[in-house]
Each structure stands twice: as C-alpha cells, then as structure tokens.
T-cell receptor, first 111, second 110 residues
C-alpha cells in the first residue's frame, strides 16, 4: 500500500531565505509524484509533478523538487521565498489512478 | 477555460437535512473524485469515478453517496448529514497526470 509522509506540519522561514519541505513516500512499485499548493481560502493547484525522466523537476513560482528513488523522497525546494509563498503545500503519490495526499505543510514567511 | 466548478461554495445546514454538492468539469476527463479536507488530516478521498456509471469508495465513504450519469458531472450526496461531516470539500478531475481541483465547498452541519 502507498503512503505519503510530510515530515513537518509547519515550517517558518524568513523572507528571501531558502526553504525545503520534506516528503517521503512508501510504495513497492513505481509511482508518480506531485506537489500541490493551497493559498488561503483557495483550492489546490499543481506546483510540479514527476512522471518519469529527469529526477530534478522544476515547477511554477521558482519551486523545484528532486525525486530520490533510493531514499523514496520528493522534497520541495525554493532558493528564496517571498511573502506570497505563504500557503499550505501537499505532497501526493499516484499509482493506478489512486492518488494519496500527505497531511500538508504550512509555510509561514517571516518578515 | 478549463475548470472544475462546485456549488454551493458555502452551506450551513442542520442534522438530517439531505443535501447535494454539485461538481462539473469541462475537460472531458474520465476520472473524477471527491475529497474532504480537515485540519491536521490533509485531504482524504471520499469517492471516485473512473467513468460514467463507474464509482468506487475512497478512504472515508461513510455517510456519502455519489452518482456519475454523465461524464462532466459528479455530485456528492449527503442523505442525512451529521456534525462530523462539517468540512471543506473538494471535487477534482484527472487529466494528463494532473488533478484539477474545484475551489471547494465549505459545509457546516449544525
């Protein structure tokens, strides 16, 4: 069975500092991996996805993630955050049309 | 514009009063799904549908029903709502390996 673990429920970071949001998954077979973002009072939108190919995936708003098969991780990174990045971020795993979400990580940007 | 539309966006109701949350997508996607979002629990899948007339339970289906009579519509039905169904609900459709979400329906059951 698949599962997704987001290791931090909340991450505070100063504006213009780098950030990493961690995601680990468990699956015995190949999966697709996603990061979604939810801005306050809005729905979810796709940040980036890994389906196959290069393990470094670039997404919108300057975010990127690296797929590490040996560590079963898909951590999300941004080199310099902005106040507008304040949101909740969800990692998700997909296999055979079954999509499982992590519990989310709230990113707090400190002035 | 490609979109998933949910209605109503906000609803306050009372225990036992049947309600339906509608969901419609204009992308001709075969797969649609309902999720509920609760603090600290992330998104949990309620029901999903692989195609017209094909539906299946997700992780938390108790107290909900769905139907898929047309490809574009996937309504969520609460036959007898209870306070523990107070939540934020999202409909989504899947296409090109990506889930497209509606803007959410915030339901309060008193």
């Amino acid at each position: 069975a698949q599962s997704v673990t987001q290791l931090d429920s909340q991450v505070p970071v100063f504006e213009e500092a780098p950030v990493e949001l961690r995601c680990n998954y468990s699956s015995s077979v190949s999966v697709y991996l996603f990061w979604y973002v939810q801005y306050p009072n809005q729905g979810l939108q796709l940040l980036l996805k890994y389906l196959s190919g290069s393990t470094l995936v670039k997404g919108i708003n300057g975010f990127e993630a690296e797929f590490n098969k040996s560590q079963t991780s898909f951590h999300l990174r941004k080199p310099s955050v902005h106040i507008s990045d304040t949101a909740e971020y969800f990692c998700a795993v997909s296999r055979d049309d079954k999509i499982i979400f992590g519990k989310g990580t709230r990113l707090h940007i400190l002035p | 514009e490609a979109q998933v539309t949910q209605n109503p966006r906000y609803l306050i109701t009372v225990t036992g009063k049947k309600l339906t949350v509608t969901c419609s997508q204009n992308m001709n996607h075969e797969y649609m799904s309902w999720y509920r979002q609760d603090p600290g629990l992330g998104l949990r899948q309620i029901y999903y549908s692989m195609n017209v007339e094909v539906t299946d339970k997700g992780d938390v289906p108790e107290g909900y029903k769905v139907s898929r009579k047309e490809k574009r519509n996937f309504p969520l039905i609460l036959e007898s709502p209870s306070p523990n169904q107070t939540s934020l609900y999202f409909c989504a459709s899947l296409g090109g390996g990506e889930l497209f979400f509606g803007e959410g329906s915030r339901l309060t059951v008193l």
